[in-house]
């Protein structure tokens, strides 16, 4: 099976900071990758799906990048609504891998 | 506006059954795969299993593999997972979600509140 992995597993910023989340796919995945969303104690929401399609209604201060085996997920100017945990997942095949997160902290 | 709501969850020893359910609402359900994810306490988000729009097709984790089934009724706007053999491996809280497409190889754009489930003696 194919791995997600995501790293920084945690970070601190301070809020107007560009903030950028990496995910490594242990095979190419195309661009089948989605980005979520988690804040505490709330149900995880898709922010960005086929790696850098914006879902509606999700601010255009998060973008996605990345084909093959290395993604991304931008945020451009991070505010205090924008703490969570955000994880990708890979969605080319069964089973939807998920990676194992990054926590995102205001500094 | 679609809707999702998981019911089912509770308290079951090891080697007890338990079945969820998904009541959707406010899409057209045939059309739609749907999944349940589910998070340990503390833990991540792990994919469980998959129904295709037509109920078709179904997946599983290997975790799950032989133990939980998934299926859906159309007529009821209702999808299940079956989880028997329950371990304390399994003590989540599992959400129900919507697929964009109509196959389980998509990616999830709505997710219910969730039902918790924990596997105790």
């Known amino acids: 099976d194919i791995q997600m992995t995501q790293s920084p597993s945690s970070l601190s910023a301070s809020v107007g900071d560009r903030v950028t989340i990496t995910c490594r796919a242990s095979?190419?995945?195309?661009?089948?990758l989605a980005w979520y969303q988690q804040k505490p104690g709330k149900v995880p929401k898709v922010l960005i799906y086929?790696?850098?399609t914006l879902q509606s209604g999700v601010p255009s201060r998060f973008s996605g990048s990345g084909s093959g085996t290395d993604f991304s997920l931008t945020i451009s100017s991070l505010q205090p609504e924008d703490v969570a945990t955000y994880y990708c997942q890979k969605y080319n095949s069964v089973p939807l891998t998920f990676g194992g997160g990054t926590k995102v902290e205001i500094k | 506006e679609v809707h999702l709501l998981e019911s089912g969850g509770g308290l079951v020893q090891p080697g007890e059954s338990l079945r969820l359910s998904c009541a959707a609402s406010?899409?057209?359900?045939?059309?739609?795969?749907m999944s349940w994810v589910r998070q340990a306490p503390g833990k991540g988000l792990e994919w469980v299993s998959g129904?295709?729009?037509?109920?078709?097709?179904?997946y599983y984790a290997d975790s799950v593999k032989g133990r939980f089934t998934i299926s859906r009724d159309t007529s009821k706007n209702t999808v299940y997972l079956q989880m028997n053999s329950l371990r304390a491996e399994d003590t989540a809280v599992y959400y129900c979600?919507?697929?964009?497409?109509?196959?389980?190889?998509?990616?999830?754009?709505?997710w219910g509140q969730g039902t918790l489930v924990t596997v105790s003696s």
């Open positions: 406010g899409f057209i359900f045939s059309s739609y795969a």
């Open positions: 086929a790696a850098s």
């Open positions: 095979q190419g995945i195309s661009n089948y």
């Open positions: 129904i295709s729009g037509s109920g078709g097709t179904t």
């Open positions: 979600a919507k697929a964009r497409s109509t196959v389980v190889t998509s990616a999830l754009n709505y």
